[in-house]
């Protein structure tokens, strides 16, 4: 699909209300990068007419057009679209629009964060916890099934808090829209080529994804249901149901029904999750239900809750209620450009122009008496006996990936220079990445980049999303010692 009809097959789709008066890039001051897709970036923005926050997601036109990936543009701005604002569980898309090179969506920014890193920071949820934001999810999803729409892609990183501490739930690209009356308007035909097309593979992420999604079966509410079952799991015990090195292992798990429950796990939610874990969509609980999830509701870990007003969230804990606020500030540019949009990713925060005497360290600005200091202090790294006496400059956890498997590795960038990757559980160097004068980094998003060498192409995936960070102190090390090469 050509650009041009990329931009017509967005233009024409119905606009939210509040995109009567054309807005563009320049109305806003662009914050920090709040995440990445495999296809876009969030920012945090403030308006700079009424200093409100937003998040705005910007997709890259060419990279939409490269991935084929039109149809999951246009469906997350249906789903939004029919969502609208009636119920609050939902971020809500407030303006769209668009310049020669990107797509821009406004929608409503989640000052608390994503759920995984709550979880992450507590360990786990304290019971009251876990039952009150699986409440809400409940709600969430009578209304977004009551809408004819399943999700697909439910997970803690697509769950998030707003101010007051609700949940409002998230990136609508693997939804399925289905044939309703509430979706009339909806070109189904061209949403569902999508669906035809990835019947050999399943949609969302793997530790979520349900049996029959892996089975080639159509996807349906249920579905949503045994995520809801695997995050009420991971909110109890801080841990995902099915884990396994590879996405191959966790697939088997999945349709083996294969998972433990930790000891002290409590019965109610136990109880809870194995009559939504079930391998039969139309077995779970809430799946058949006349009127949507009456029985969800009246299970027992539910017991004496008011649906119709669920009270204030409890507090999570003092460790997760802390969240730094982040200001914009107001002598940053309105707009978004190439320069700013790459300081953003790689500083994270807006900063001011540097004046020119004011040098950016690099990561091999390092004087004799500080490599030996930093050697000294390297003893105690479990990961010194694998690098040959050369000083670790950076390190950490990548998914390195070939053929359809990705192997978790420590990568070891270091003087020399070296790149060394070792397996963290057997503790055994499994490699190391060849330099040369012909070497070059690439990234793709957040969390994907490739190292390009004369004789391989390394795929390379940062859980954790610095894969910019990687990319530039990797190029710093090679102007170190190919100057003439950068």
Known sequence: MSMRNVNQVISKMTPPVEEARRRSASD?????VLGEGSFSTVYLAKDIHTSKEYAIKVLEKAHIIREKKTEYVMREKEVLRILGSSCPYFVRLYWTFQD???LYFVLTYAKNGELLKQIDKCGCFTIDCARYYTAEMVLALEYLHGKGIVHRDLKPENVLFDDNW??????FGSAKILKTDNTEKCDNDTLDKG????????????????????????????SDLWALGCILYQMVSGMM????????????KILNLEYEYPEGFDPQAKDLVQKLLVIAPNERLGAMDQ???????????????NWDDLGPPPKISDICDS???????????PGLDKEKASRLQLDLVPTPTRKKSQLVKKITDLTAAEIEQK??????NIYNSFVEGNLILKQGMIDKKKGLFARRRMFLLTLGPHLYYVDPVAMVLKGEIPWSEDLRTEAKNFKIFFIHTPNRKYYLEDPEGYALQWCKAIDEVKAYYYPEQV
């Open 291 to 305: 009127t949507t999830y009456t029985s969800i509701r009246q299970h027992e870990l539910f017991k004496d809750l």
């Open 323 to 333: 969240i730094k606020d982040i200001a914009i500030p107001d002598d940053v540019e």
């Open 195 to 222: 669906d035809r097309k990835r019947r050999n593979s399943f949609v969302g992420t793997a530790q979520f994804v349900s049996p029959e999604m892996l089975s080639e079966s159509s996807s349906s509410h249920a």
């Open 28 to 32: 806003y001051r662009f914050g920090k």
């Open 100 to 102: 020669p090179e990107h």
């Open 166 to 171: 609700h949940i409002l739930i998230t990136d």
């Open 241 to 252: 149901p099915f884990r396994g090195r590879s996405e191959f292992l966790i697939f088997q």
């Open 375 to 380: 050697l000294e202090a390297q003893k105690t």
